[in-house]
């Protein structure tokens, strides 16, 4: 499976960005797809995860900004990322795949990360 992500960018404090990433590579629905995102120094955090049924979990840090949905067919994930803050710039990487037990998300696939900018 590879992972294809794209939407990051450079924007201001209080605006919105929609991240999207689209997997190829099999012509199975991939159940799980989400985020994590890795800022300079800082360890990989949970963003958000969403299952094909549409169960939803997202992380404590962006709770309430942060949305995730998926279009199955496409097998395809997106992130609908408001109210951005500076905290929020990192790398943002797409996960597909793997296990969701609880409230951890550990993924099988990993695609390349796109940048998300914050400045104040």
């Known amino acids: 499976v590879q992972l294809q992500a794209s939407g990051g960018g450079l924007v201001q404090a209080g605006e919105s960005l929609r991240l999207s990433c689209a997997a190829s590579?099999?012509?199975?629905?991939?159940?799980?797809m989400g985020w994590y995102r890795q800022a300079p120094g800082k360890e990989r955090e949970f963003v958000a995860v969403?299952?094909?049924?549409?169960?939803?979990k997202i992380g404590d840090s962006v709770k309430g900004r942060f949305t995730i949905s998926k279009d199955n067919p496409k097998n395809t994930v997106f992130l609908q990322t408001n109210s951005l803050e500076p905290e929020d710039t990192a790398a943002y990487y797409c996960?597909?795949?793997?296990?969701?037990?609880?409230?951890?998300?550990?993924?099988?696939?990993w695609g390349q990360g796109t940048q998300v900018t914050v400045s104040s």
């Open positions: 996960a597909a795949g793997g296990l969701l037990l609880g409230p951890t998300y550990t993924p099988a696939f």
């Open positions: 590579g099999t012509s199975e629905m991939i159940a799980l």
């Open positions: 969403t299952t094909s049924d549409g169960t939803m």
